[in-house]
């Protein structure tokens, strides 16, 4: 409200009127005069104002805070900045320092529309801080241009982080973490670490171990926070464990939806002298030729031991508790195991005991009692009685055992052997012929020869008939008649047979049989054939 002054001139002044009070008048002014005694009166004054370009533009907010995801592609919207001047003049936007454009950002000079730029985009930046300028035009009046006034505002812009990178193990290809067998439950086993290019909760990792296929329990477990693998068990290098365990651990970030990460690496039990040599015999026992001479080995005695390295590496040495003299005569090679003679025997028997360390610290051991047996020198082999056995004659189908073949002679060879050491031997030679057996019969090529019909008046030594037979033994046959006398047939040459004697009749009403009797007469065994033979004798009138 302007206030109301008084002058000695009676006149009165309106002072601190401007344009932007919107007074466009002022009705009942009181006026004070000096007079006195004072008195008041009342006036009705209108004042006119002029506008004037004294204003400069003012921001809706001092300050702008949108977020942007960190995707963005170009063209995106910021924000838009809003300002307005009292004088009623026209506002422009820009970037201090003049220009539409800083950075990845521009803003539109009229609307204050603050977007990317149309370029490719990286904001990889938390947050980028933009300072915008309101710019009046002086359109308000009269020579309002001559005057410019301006005005800034801050815009931050926050970039929104989107969950598109998984957690990474960098260092995954340098994990070779060792653990001692028997080591504790929860014993350390190394550290992982996991980064996420994500900011915020999308960039936070936790851990956690994942569980092989077919696995009952897991062998180690993790803090989810920190990355460090423990032990979940105690460990046996020789037992179901191995040398070797795989592990996987599985980093998760905290975005929505989680990505995560793995790392499978492998984890190296190492050895602990917990397992001492075991050897491949009880009590070893040998015989020992009293003529061995000097440096010969004598026996190798061996043992193993599961234990790796110079836990598992065996050294061997030789003691005789029983009578120390006894090891006067032999001596053991270390790596190796064999014992050795060093001195000529002169006793029966000798009694020593091996050990076998390892190279463990501290040395784990196992021993073995050998006994020596010395034996004489095996000089004479045992005789036969006679240099030459045979001939000897047996059968070719003699029952003992199973007959192996039809040759007639085998010539062997036995040998006599003892039992010392060396053992000796002599050998003899054998003769023995086979005498075969007729165990092969004759086969006829026809079962029954007949009828066969003799003329009457057949002269003697007529041919009667052919037969014919197969053998593999040498054969010879034999007629015996079974029939009437009044003929008779014998052999002329092998297989055929002739008539002998025939006493003339003019027809014999019944035929005549003969039995034929082939058979080996070399052989004590005769093998017999019946062959049927029917001859019919005839009157020469029926012919």
């Avoid at 086993?189 to 956690?208: L, P, R």
């Avoid at 190279?359 to 051991?365: A, K, Q």
């Avoid at 070399?522 to 001859?535: A, E, N, R």
């Amino acid at each position: 409200m302007p206030h109301v002054y008084n002058n000695t001139a009676h006149e009165a002044a309106l002072v601190g009127l401007s344009m932007e009070d919107g007074l466009r008048g002022i009705q009942n002014a009181v006026i004070f005069p000096t007079g006195e005694p004072s008195k008041t009166g009342t006036a009705t004054v209108r004042i006119y104002t002029k506008n004037k370009n004294d204003e400069e533009p003012k921001f809706s907010q001092q300050v702008y805070t949108p977020n942007v995801d960190e995707n963005a592609g170009p063209n995106t919207l910021v924000t838009t900045v809003v300002a307005s001047d009292k004088d009623g003049d026209n506002v422009r936007f820009g970037f201090v320092g003049g220009g539409t454009s800083s950075g990845q950002f521009v803003i539109e000079e009229i609307t204050g529309v603050i977007r990317l730029h149309g370029k490719s985009i990286s904001l990889d930046r938390d947050k980028y801080e933009l300072n915008v300028t309101a710019m009046d035009d002086g359109a308000c009046c009269v020579n309002g241009d001559a005057t410019i006034h301006t005005s800034t505002a801050v815009v931050v812009v926050f970039i929104t982080d989107v969950n598109d990178n998984k957690p990474v193990f960098k260092d995954c290809g340098t994990y070779y973490p060792k653990v001692e067998e028997g080591a504790p439950n929860g014993s350390p086993v190394i550290k992982v670490h996991a980064t996420d290019e994500d900011k915020g909760v999308n960039g936070q990792v936790k851990y956690s171990i994942v569980q092989q296929p077919n696995q009952k329990g897991t062998k180690f477990t993790v803090d989810e926070e920190t990355g460090e693998v423990s032990t979940n068990k105690v460990f046996d290098r020789e037992g179901d464990d191995g040398k070797f365990v795989s592990v996987t651990v599985k980093a998760t970030d905290q975005g929505e939806p989680s990505l995560e990460g793995v790392c499978s690496f492998t984890v190296e039990i190492t050895d602990v002298n917990d397992n001492p040599p075991l050897f491949d015999r009880q009590k070893y026992v040998e015989n020992v030729k009293q003529d061995a001479s000097i440096g010969t080995n004598i026996l190798r005695v061996s043992a193993s031991d599961e234990d790796a390295d110079n836990n598992g590496a065996i050294v061997y040495s030789l003691s005789a508790p029983s009578n120390p003299s006894d090891l006067e005569y032999f001596e053991i090679q270390q790596e190796s195991g064999w014992i050795v003679l060093r001195k000529p025997l002169d006793r029966e028997r000798y009694r020593l005991r091996v050990r076998a360390s390892d190279r463990g610290s501290p040395p784990s051991y196992a021993d073995v009692d050998v006994e020596l047996d010395v034996v004489d020198r095996n000089n004479k082999p045992p005789l036969w009685d006679v240099s030459v056995y045979g001939p000897i004659h047996i059968k070719e189908n003699v029952t003992v055992g199973t007959v192996v073949t039809s040759r007639e002679t085998y010539k062997l060879e036995a040998m006599a052997q003892d039992k010392g050491y060396p053992p000796l031997s002599r050998t003899v030679e054998v003769q023995i012929d086979v005498v075969d057996r007729a165990n092969n019969p004759p086969v006829w090529d026809h079962v029954v020869y007949g009828p066969i019909y003799i003329k009457e008046n057949m002269p003697v030594g007529a041919k009667v008939v052919s037969v014919k037979a197969r053998s593999v033994n040498p054969i010879q046959c034999l007629v015996a008649p079974c029939g009437t006398p009044d003929i008779s047939i014998l052999a002329r040459h092998l297989w055929e047979f002739v008539l002998c004697t025939l006493t003339p009749k003019t027809r014999i009403a019944r035929p005549d049989f003969f039995l034929l009797v082939c058979g080996c007469p070399s052989s004590p065994d005769y093998l017999l054939l019946l062959v049927m033979s029917q001859l019919t004798v005839g009157s020469t009138d029926d012919w």
